[in-house]
């Protein structure tokens, strides 16, 4: 059995190089197909997992921890007390043994009203730790006045550029902020702005305050509370793993009744739905490709076929059955669909490699930045080549080749032998 498919295997190798220049040719235009094919999956995983991660670190993280009702409301009756915000930390400080976490951040957040001398506006005030928010957000990054918070600061603020335009705020301004306490009473406090940021997106440069977290707890009457508690991960394909993670380990009691875990797509939809929305698109181009180069594998061996016809009278009538000689001719197209995948993949792989491997620069086209679902992208995308993609690469080349090959196959065991072996060379 083994030397028999030895021999049909020969057949259809000998037969596919015996047509070398319409071999090539097919070849060819395979190669370059899926190459293209491989190039733009890379530099577009690479783009999603840029969009995520620059979207999450102005948002909640890959995971975030709440209170139930706080995503809806935004309230600060729904808020994590001392206990759960202390449960919510051991279970990332548990979950960094098996999950790549960068960092976590935690956070305590509330509407509110900013009064300078000549105007109030309303504002979103988040209590932060100025450390781990340095970390996560890299909001200091978009420093374009004075500094960012420091551990230290007590009465310090740090403000939007559009914020401070419009309430006539310098460095060292005072800026009193309303909002309603834990008691259900209006509240205030005085701060002054220690330094201007500006991210381009106008809801976060128009209203946005950032001071310590040990301030906004005293202020609002919240000792040891927080609004979230966020966690950023190394990469957007560990989310599942953390989710279940967190949801484990909080799920032990110690503290932890009453903590929701959320993942980024439940708690940024839009940035989820830009996702899919470019993963749709480039399904849509795959499937253009695969028409292209499933036809061009149909014609290059139901060519052959015909062709041949001759050829295969004559190894019929020597003894091959019609379903050897078929298997020789599926061989054939399977055989040339694999070679040329290998080469393509291989071709996409170290093209984009060595063309792109430190980012592909779009700033020409998108300036500093692409605004997408609140955040701001940074527009040098560096692409991610991830063994899935290399196996749907495959699959995809091995689909191409039955495929294309199931036709020429059925034209080849149905030719008549006598009719065959009169077919003029």
Known sequence: MMARLRILARLSLRNTLRQARRSALTAS????????LTMARAIGDGAHEQWISDGVRLGLGHVTMEAPGFASTGSLDDRLDSARVAAAERAVAGLRASVPVVTSAVDLTVSGLASSPGSSLPVRVEGVEPGAEAAFSKLDERRVEGRYLEPSDRLA??????????????????????????????A??????????????PDVDDGLV??????????????????????LLRSSQETGRALDGLRARLGTGGGADGVTVLSWRQVSPELESAVRIDDFGFYAFMVVLFAIVALAVLNAVLMSVLNRRREFGVLEALGLTRGQTGAVV???????AGLSGVLGVALGLATTWLLWRHGLDLSALYGQGISLSGAVIDPVIVPIFRPAR?????????????????????????IDVAEALKFDR
């Open 188 to 201: 205030e406090q005085l701060v002054r702005v220690r330094g201007v940021f500006r991210t381009g997106i």
């Open 157 to 186: 603020a740090y403000v939007g550029a559009g914020l401070a335009d419009r309430l006539g705020l310098e460095l060292g301004s005072r800026l009193v902020l309303t909002a309603q306490g834990a008691s259900g009473g209006v």
């Open 210 to 231: 950032q001071i310590p977290i040990a301030t906004a707890r005293r202020w609002l009457g919240t000792p040891g509370a927080a609004t979230s508690v966020a966690v």
């Open 29 to 36: 235009a395979m190669v370059v197909g899926l190459a293209l």
């Open 330 to 336: 599926f061989g054939e197209g399977v055989l040339l």
């Open 390 to 414: 290399v196996v749907e690469a495959a699959g995809f080349v091995v689909v191409i080749g039955i495929l294309a090959s199931l036709y020429p196959t059925r034209v080849a065991t149905r």
